[in-house]
């Protein structure tokens, strides 16, 4: 734990006290959004101190050229950029014409800050004295409309005090925006048409490069103690920037307010010659309903959310404020309405790693969309891929790989690997096998088996054939090897036989040649279409199983266990226990060079292999595993703790698996890795729903049905949540004593508990 300022409370973050240091950090912790754009908490008034402004645009990205010290072949030629879009939220406020701002005010008092989780808004409010000794009372409240998804709303309010007083509001829209992460300073957006008409104010962009159009638009209403007032602003428009001015005499006490409008429409949705009359449509309508109903509209959209996606911890308010926290962002990031979209890592948050899409949307997302959501938002995430497929194939052209060899990228936004680090890029390639696991837990929960024959087994087949050409034959071993590898520990880079990489290869083809059988037996149509457009023979299958059958993975007797690579215990094998925390984290402390050659693992590898794969081990390899790799693991990747989490609990390791919960769930809130003003880490957000469904909850599924082994921890007196399982709605509740199901559908369902059969009477009441 690394900050300790957010006040605890189950459904709201809430600050306290003006603090200029942790704005950065809070920026990121209270960042809203609505699956179609996002933005970091910043203020909307002007700001002096230190701040990191972003608005970010589902979809819209730039391709910032590659920026190596030595370019080998093979590199991609960008990085794909999430972009830093025009800000429409901006709102100067001058009091009797001195600019509010509060770096430069003599007092600040009662500041607060709140993001309600439960009804989706944020609000800040304070006192403060500015230079020219006028005191006044400012709220601003806004939210990014789940309803109209192209539009945000914004209540601004400032009460003089101490004095009478002229409150002028100048609303922008400003396309002069840079990115804090670029290659080369390249200009990202070129802005082409500044107007305003009456009140409604615009500036429309497009992205170079890649061409996305945007309009980004205001409209603006103005109120005095409530009561509408009519003023027609003065206009300002500049080649990037649209503002108006509104002025407003206020006595002492009164409350002048504005009400703002604004958002974004883009080419994605409109053709670009349309994009102007499309946002003067969409923000007069949102205009018309008023923020207060739209508001309302808000809290009912949210309120449909948590019916389905809380979890209900009893207490224990920061472990209960830590999973929601979660559960929000990852609501606010992808709503699974658009299969051209898909989940980056910070969301709409931040702009590092690009924004872009991580094999960790297969890993960890798609368990939460799935058992929280329709069907069809995974199937959406699923089909993401598949049409991606074509460029998957191109990536693995491009290193020499033939035949319809698929190799997914690291990152991507369009399916073309889009990521510049070659230790990564090129050689953590595990991530195509998490593309087939996806595929299987997919099928497995939802028991939809028609997205293989549709879309599944192309994807499996060019996977399949990328492991067969991948490995090569060891005359010394007399197995097949797979070298020159980064597994999920990245503080390995280009080491051999990867125990995880290794067996994922393996399990891929197996579970492709599987596929193929069944297809052929059940959907013959579909399997005449696929091989022959994939050209499939028998003997290449001989070819891909002579692999998977004789893959080699490092072993050790001494140990008992397998080896994470080859060389692992070459190392110096010295446990994070005798690390000295002053060298934490190890990734700001020590150079590459010592990192590389230390037993450190970032994140779960072979753990990593034993949590995809837990039916093939048994729970006393899974202890040896656990016991021999944990004590190595500095847990410096969100994507860590989760895992660790879930086989502590399977292993009734409850301290510890009560502890990565909290590390997991607060990873952000607490600012674990000191990088939380950078944006959060969504993804990761996923598996912090697992650690408590998977790891307390104990819930599997077998044979196409549902098992739990409940666990609790001794800090919580009770826990729920709710899964959607094959239509219906099953409600876990676990507490100390006891674990009852409650289910809504049209049948009753044979649940397995803790090793018995229990058999749960649908009802058609509401849980």
Sequence with gaps: MNQDYIVPNEWSLIEEGFQPAKVKSSESLFSIGNGAMGQRATFEEHYSGATFQGSYIAGVYYPDKTRVGWWKNGYPEYFAKVLNAPNWIGINVLVNGEMLDLNTCKSVEDFRRELNMKEGWHQRSFKATLPN???IKVTATRFLSLEIDEVGAIKYEVTPLNTSAEITFLPYVDGGITNEDTNWDDAFWDVYKTEAQNDFGYVVSKTNKTEYHVCTGMISTLFLNNEKLTIAPQENIEALKATFSYTIEAKKGETAAIEKMGGYVTSLNYKAENLVEASLKVLSNASKIGFDALLEKQKEAWASIWEMADVTID???????????????????????DARLNIGPKGFTGEKYGGSTYWDTEAYCIPFYMATKDDKVARNLLKYRYNHLSKAIENAEKLGFKNGAALYPMVT?????????????FEEIHRNGSMVYAI???VRYSGDYSYIPEMGL?????IARFWHQRANFSTAKN??????????NEYENNVNNNWFTNYIAKWCIEYATENIEKVKLEYASDYERVISKAKLSSEEIKQWLEVAQNMYFPYSEEHQVFLQQ??????????????????????QKWSWDRILRSPYIKQADTLQGFYFFEAHFSKEELARHFDFYEPFTVHESSLSPCVHSIQAAVLNKMEQAYNFYLRTSRLDLDDYNKEVHEGLHITSMAGTWMSIVEGFGGMRIKDGNLTFETRIPKQWKAFSFKVNFRGSIVKVDVSHQETTFTVVGEEDLKIELNGKEVEVKATSTTI
């Design 566 to 587: 080859d060389g692992f215990l070459d190392k110096e094998l010295i446990t994070v226990a005798n690390l000295s925390k002053d060298e934490r984290p190890i990734n």
């Design 133 to 135: 000794n006028v005191q």
């Design 479 to 488: 197995k097949y090897v797979i070298l020159g590898v980064t597994g999920p």
């Design 440 to 442: 299987y837990n997919y």
């Design 458 to 462: 192309e994807v499996m087949i060019a």
């Design 315 to 337: 207490g224990d308010v920061k472990a209960q404020q830590g999973i929601r926290f979660n559960i929000f962002h990852l609501n606010q990031t992808y709503s699974g309405k």
């Design 413 to 425: 936004m369009n399916g073309e690997e889009s990521h510049n680090e070659w230790e990564i890029t």
